[in-house]
């Protein structure tokens, strides 16, 4: 079956701009995830949905970080008013629950210029 | 704050030995998962072993882990170029879910041919 998708795979934006990121989690999965991981670094959470609520978003690095999911399946996170520190790759992951194992997209390799 | 830290953070090897990788963490876990990242991809789960488990085996894999000492250890046997790649560790609490999953910085994993 289908995976993790995530979309765009690469977007390059100018420093200022919004971007919306997108990830389509694997169907019937209703924990989601997403992550960020600098170069050659770890993975830094952002934030965990449990059907469409986030009980926890003090992951997100700023107030210009959101991030929604709408009927329990498809997620966006957007960042506002980009800034150069924001490149990175931002990784989504569903799973079929808290502490089962994550199943991840390929990731959204974001540069800002 | 991380919660997972993998040791070492690189390792070179010669195609045929065994690597080991290390992880250690600070509080009460649910389960210890182990992912490996090829070079711009998205992690792959490899093993998860529960908190009431001290060892766990697939294929040439081989996890154990020590709640007293809270730490757990990735040993793959007859290593081979294809094993090269960063791998994880990641902790799923004991208290649930609301800060997700905490992955390490990853220990680095070349296999010379």
């Known amino acids: 079956g289908a995976g993790v998708s995530q979309s765009p795979s690469n977007k390059v934006t100018e420093k200022g701009k919004d971007v919306e990121l997108r990830c389509d989690p694997i169907?019937?999965?209703?924990?989601l995830y997403w992550y960020r991981q600098s170069l050659g670094q770890g993975l830094e959470f952002l934030i965990y949905?449990?059907?469409?609520?986030?009980?926890?978003k003090s992951g997100l690095p700023s107030d210009r970080f959101s991030a929604e999911r709408t009927g329990g399946s498809v997620s966006t996170l957007t960042i506002q008013r980009t800034q150069q520190e924001d490149s990175a790759v931002y990784l989504c992951?569903?799973?079929?629950?808290?502490?089962?194992?994550?199943?991840f997209g390929n990731g959204t390799r974001l540069t800002v210029t | 704050s991380q919660q997972g830290e993998e040791d070492p953070q690189a390792l070179s090897i010669q195609e045929g030995e065994n690597a080991t990788m290390n992880c250690s963490y600070k509080?009460?876990?649910?389960?210890l998962q182990w992912y490996r990242q090829n070079s711009g991809r998205g992690l792959v789960h490899l093993i998860l072993?529960?908190?009431?488990?001290r060892e766990k085996h697939s294929g040439r894999l081989r996890v154990t882990l020590d709640t007293s000492k809270k730490s757990s250890s990735l040993l793959i046997t007859a290593s081979r170029a294809a094993d090269t790649a960063s791998y994880f560790c990641?902790?799923?609490?004991?208290?649930?879910?609301?800060?997700?999953?905490?992955f390490g910085k990853g220990t680095h994993l070349i296999i010379q041919p």
């Open positions: 992951a569903s799973s079929l629950g808290y502490s089962f194992f994550l199943h």
């Open positions: 169907s019937g999965h209703t924990a």
């Open positions: 949905f449990q059907g469409n609520s986030a009980p926890d």
């Open positions: 509080t009460s876990i649910n389960n």
């Open positions: 072993i529960r908190s009431n488990e």
């Open positions: 990641a902790t799923a609490l004991s208290g649930g879910g609301a800060d997700g999953l905490t």
